[in-house]
């Protein structure tokens, strides 16, 4: 039998943290019926079974009913048996049906007042419609990742102190799981929090996190109980996130009682992590035979992008409820919603990159919009197309600066993108500026011949020029250099790699071109010519990218496999690239990440990305 006499009395020792000795005092239970309870000589009697479920927030007709069958067996009363057995039953029929939302929210870091309010306003609101139980993602009071922030003396009585409003302003009647961390016994844990009837339970995370962004153990200690709770005589088992990557944590819950599984996640975006997610989640279904929540965060957040995509799956691993990716929303499970989660990557790349854009740059704060240097080029074609659609282009200026060598393709693209994407456009001619600092100069310079310092010299002005714009108009330089560029190094230190946000950070050119290729498949924004072209730098006459670089299909393949993947040069050599050109590029890569600890943050969206997730020593003698 399920529910017995001793079981009720372990979870109210459990609760209330009382001995035996304090329950038979604070409950007026003598003791000797007390330790027929503990054994299971005995079943509680009507009173104590009411009294215990209210302690535990349980419906007090399904305890009286539970202990009565348990008497009737413990005395061998068959008709009372299969009387108290119906009613159970009938109980669970009569019973209305368990009413839940996800809320997928874009938490801001540390914002704990407006984080608050979001969970507050949303669990009200799903109170009014019925609502049983609402259920926000992982750290959702803080946003994640929080970093640092959780070492800073004050920040923790913050929190608590903001749980402890929550408590109070919700009504009793819904159940409300939230992320947030918790402090007890000078530890700190990544937790959830159930409030539910006036008072407040917690769920420590079990599996930390520590590798490529995530840095959990750093902060947190892992929790070790499983933790279920009822709602509407269902009962829930609570993961956080990693939880769900391992059995365990979900066995545990299963064995405890769980019927399903709710996960509280802020899972971040990159290519194909959705289908890693969905795969997952089968399996723990599976092995349980239980259904699945699965709530995730959505937003930006500097180098992240989490990009929602919160569903359900039922037992068998069928998906029942799919939510969109990209935006926030709250969704009542009584009513059906399967999203297409087969879109095509670069529609969920280039959505991620709009999404981050826009959250860098509106949560920050501090700009009122962005400026971009158009260069007539692929990149900083895809660049405004971006910034257009994440902050409208009434708040995006576009800054042609042309020079001897920029051509009248360039110029007549550039112009032609900006009044088609109807943003603010402007010509800086840079002639004048660049003969003026080469005349400057020209002592130092004696006896040499030019090279790439006067190609990076013109960079630099326009770095400069985007940094003035930007000091006198309030808005962010969004820089335009993509991945491939980065990886070796071809962009100008303090030139065009001057900026605050980099949306291309992560994305190599080959993926430019896609990319571009799918904005223009919605409307077209961005000249054929731009796309066609061989790709230029021009900043010397005929100049071409590849003059100094392999053809970007090429060196793309061979950075995918040396940064993303790791892989050795004899690896990389025996897929059959030229051994010298590996070397070139990975020796290319490794000398300039001096450049990259400079670079603006932009998005991730693979699984290696350049910033906080790969970290490499600038002075190192390491040869792959």
Known sequence: MANKTKDY?????????????????????????????????????EMHAWLFADILGMNPAEVVANTKLEHAKLTNNKSKAKFWQEQIEKLLNDSESIKINIAQINPIVGDLNNNAQTIIDLSREAYESGTHLIVFPELALIGYPPEDL?????????????????????????????????RAQGFLYNSAYLIQQGRMHTYHKQRLPNYGVFDEKRYFE??????????????????????????????????????????????????????????????RALENKIGFIYVNAVGGQDELVFDG???????????????????????????????????????????????????????????????????????????????VDALGADHVQAIMMPYEYTSSMSLEDAKAQASSMKVEYHEINIHAMVDSFNAQLSPLFAGTDADTTEENLQARIRGTLLMAVSNKSGKIVLTTGNKSEMAVGYATLYGDMSGGFAPLKDIA?????????????????????????????????????????????????????????????????????????????????LNNEYKRRQSAPGPKVSQNAFGKERRYPMTSKFQP
């Open 222 to 283: 892992p929790g070790s109980d499983a933790f279920v709770f009822e709602c509407q005589q269902t009962k829930i088992g609570v993961v956080i996130c990693e939880d769900a990557w391992e059995s365990t944590p979900v066995t545990a819950a299963v064995k405890q009682g769980a019927q399903t599984i709710v996960s509280l996640n802020a899972s971040p975006f990159q290519i194909g992590k959705h289908q890693q997610r969905i795969k997952t989640i089968q399996q």
């Open 150 to 182: 959780l070492l800073r003396e004050g920040f923790i009585d913050q929190v608590e102190s903001k749980i402890k409003h929550i408590l109070n302003q919700l009504p009793e009647d819904i159940s409300v799981l939230f992320g947030a961390p918790s």
């Open 309 to 387: 995509g919160s569903f359900v799956m039922d037992a068998s691993g069928s998906i029942t409820h799919q939510l969109p990716f990209f935006q926030t929303l709250t969704h009542s499970l009584d009513q059906p919603l399967l999203q297409n989660a087969n879109e095509p990557v670069e529609k969920t790349i280039y959505d991620a990159l709009v999404l981050s854009t826009k959250d860098y740059i509106q949560k920050n704060g501090v700009f009122n919009g962005a400026v971009i240097g158009l260069s007539g080029g692929i990149d900083s074609a895809l660049t405004l197309a971006i910034a």
């Open 509 to 589: 050119k080959t993926l430019v071109y896609r990319l571009a290729n799918y904005r223009n498949s919605i409307d077209y924004v961005i000249p054929g010519r731009v796309i066609d072209r061989e790709p230029s730098a021009e900043l010397a006459p005929d100049q071409v990218d590849q003059d100094s670089l392999p053809p970007y299909a090429e060196l793309d393949a061979i950075l995918e496999l040396f940064v993303e993947q790791k892989q050795s040069i004899d690896h990389i050599t025996r897929q059959g690239h030229n051994l010298d050109t590996v070397k070139r590029i990975s020796n290319m890569v």
């Open 9 to 45: 009395l372990a979870k109210v020792r459990k609760k209330t943290g009382f001995s035996d000795y304090k329950i038979a005092q604070e409950y007026d239970i003598n003791q000797s019926n007390l330790s027929k309870y503990k054994s299971g000589k005995a079943a509680l009697s």
